[in-house]
């Protein structure tokens, strides 16, 4: 057998070994090395971890202790302070064996709808973001972190709403009065409106009753009117007094009343007065109104106003120079250029009524009368100033199918309040209407129940107060119309005598003052004064006290404002916010800088749905306002275009996080 050998074949096996091994021993020697390495790294890790839920834990616990130990951004790591073995935070990185770890507190920014945002954005002083990190360099350099949120959730509040909290700020053209009372009342509750003049309390009339007055002879004083200085008093339901009876009032405190001159020799329904003539509704077919000189001694008859009917003028009002009167179910309206001699009608042919006229208002060019004698009107409204010789009824409105007995209106005549001859509950005497517009006036809530009076008259003064007067019950009595869809009685009092009209006047220098006439023998005129006092004002500001925050630690976040308010037809009612710092721990001497809720000077919280509430702003482009800081006010402004109304504010409300 011959044997053959394959040359070069060792060779061959030699180098596919050496191949192999080029190619496993690296993969097999990395792998060996990784083993123990990843081993350590994971041991690393586990450690790092550690450390790292162990400072979580610690930037939680400094947070809770106060929000002062994180206010301030920076870089820190956590140490245990040795006086009560809490937690604190010290400035810098720390390194702990192999380890660097470091807690990094920074500031948090968010956009207009309240979420973070890395860029642009408000700053939010009551969030703090902190970045925990723990790296380590071998056996291979890594780092783990953690991002915490951290919020002040402290969120106290403070109320401002009693009298005592309300006058130690400052009052300008605004005054503090008490609360209506209420069974859950708060003691010393009070509220902040406009001055409305007086120094006496519109609710409390038995006690601001400061002048009395005897009318001559026997007869029952039933009408009066007033201008400043004067108030005018007739008879009507006998001739046995005067027709006319001429009253000076002092302007002194109190003032002081007395007669200056009569006329008799007519029955007097209604008087309405000005500076130099006075005019009366009597019961004379040839003279149905009667106008006199009063502007000297003796009073003289100059003029008249006789319409084609003979009939009573139960109404009379004067307005510019046209004189309105209401004449059973006719409205007239007369030239007054001339006081002298039989005027003549305008509208030669009247206005008919849906029923016989009570009472008529004139405002704006519009009249309003009080229906009597048709249960499904009792009230009117007629444009007077379109055509005035054509006068024409433009609305009406049935107020609660009785007799209407008198009315008043504000002076931009969109709101007329009136009183009928109801007497249940549930028809109610007293009631709003609102006359915004003419051709559609429309009640406003359920009204007012009198409780027995059977009304005469009605006045609206300031301060959001409605003065009904009558027979029977309780004779004069005040209601706080400030909530028109809820009247409430503040105030009254016995005239057993019965109270058969009434007027209000407002002096130039603030005086308030309500002139009635009784049946009181004696004393059947009567000034009430009136309230909450000061001067009177159709604007006014109210800046509140201080809250002082300068004791604590850090700075307070002011977070939100809420005021309960009140804000009527024809007024207005804002706010405005001011944070400061403190000037060596104190709040005194600063000059506020006051913003809306944008931080803008020239913008304001407003009034919706009997608040006013909304976020203080962090951030303003006042360079005195700095939110957060130690010291805080608010300022409300009040306005309104009507006397009888004043914008209210119950109380308010700050939210802050100290």
Known sequence: MTKKYLLGQSLVELLLAMGLAAILLPALLTGLISSREGKAQQNQRVEAVSLLNEAVEATRSVKEKGWGNIATSGLFHPEIDPLDSSWLLVAAEESISNFTRSISISD???????????????????????????SWASPLPSQISSTLYLARLDNLSLVHTTQEDFNSGILSGTTVRETDPSPEQIPDDGEIVLSAGGGGDWCAP????????????????????????????????????????????????????????????????????????????????????????????????????????????????????????????????????????????????????????????????????????NNNVQLQIIDVATNQSNMTVVGQADINNQHGQDVYVNQTGTRAYIVTNATSPEE????????????????????????GMSPEGIEVVPGGRAIIVGRGGEEYQVVDIT?????????????????????????????????????????????????PGGQFNTSGTFESSIIDRSAEPYKTAFNRIIASVNEPTNTD??????????????????TFDYAGPDGNSDTFFEFSNNLIAGPIPYSSGQSGYKNPGECFRYKAFFETTDSGTTPIIYDVTINYSP
């Open 573 to 590: 009612i804002k706010l405005q916010v001011a944070v400061a710092e403190a000037i060596d721990n104190s709040c005194s001497n600063i």
């Open 108 to 134: 948090v920014y968010r956009d207009q709808s309240g979420n973070i945002v890395t860029t642009g954005g408000t700053l939010d002083p009551s969030t703090k973001k902190a970045t925990i990190t723990v």
């Open 428 to 451: 109610k005497e007293f009631h709003i209407v609102d006359t915004t517009n003419k051709t559609n006036p429309v009640k406003i809530g359920p009204g007012y129940y009198t409780n």
């Open 206 to 373: 038995l006690t601001s009753i400061v002048e009395e007055l005897d009318l001559p002879k026997s007869g029952k004083a039933t009408a009066v009117t007033a201008i400043e200085g004067e108030a005018y008093a007739g008879t009507g339901e006998n001739s046995a007094g005067e027709s006319l009876a001429d009253i000076n009032i002092t302007n002194t405190n109190p003032p002081i009343a007395s007669l200056i001159e009569t006329v008799d020799g007519y029955k007097t329904n209604d008087i309405f007065g000005e500076d130099d003539y006075a005019y009366i509704a009597t019961d004379k077919n040839s003279e149905e109104a009667a106008i006199f000189d009063i502007s000297q001694i003796p009073f003289t008859w100059v003029g008249k106003m006789n319409p084609p009917v003979n009939e009573n003028g139960e109404s009379i009002f004067v307005s510019g120079n046209t004189g309105y009167l209401v004449v059973k179910r006719k409205l007239w309206n007369y030239d007054l250029t001339s006081k002298v001699g039989d005027r003549p009608e305008i509208d030669t042919d009247g206005v008919d009524l849906a029923g016989e006229g009570r009472s008529v208002y004139v405002v704006g060019g519009y009249a309003y009368v009080a229906i009597e004698g």
């Open 483 to 531: 909530d028109e869809n809820s009247p409430v009685r503040c105030g009254g009092m016995d005239v057993d005598s019965g109270i058969f009209d009434s007027a209000s006047i407002l002096e130039s220098d603030g005086d308030a003052y309500t002139y009635i006439v009784s049946g009181d023998a004696d004393s059947e005129f009567k000034i009430i004064q009136g309230g």
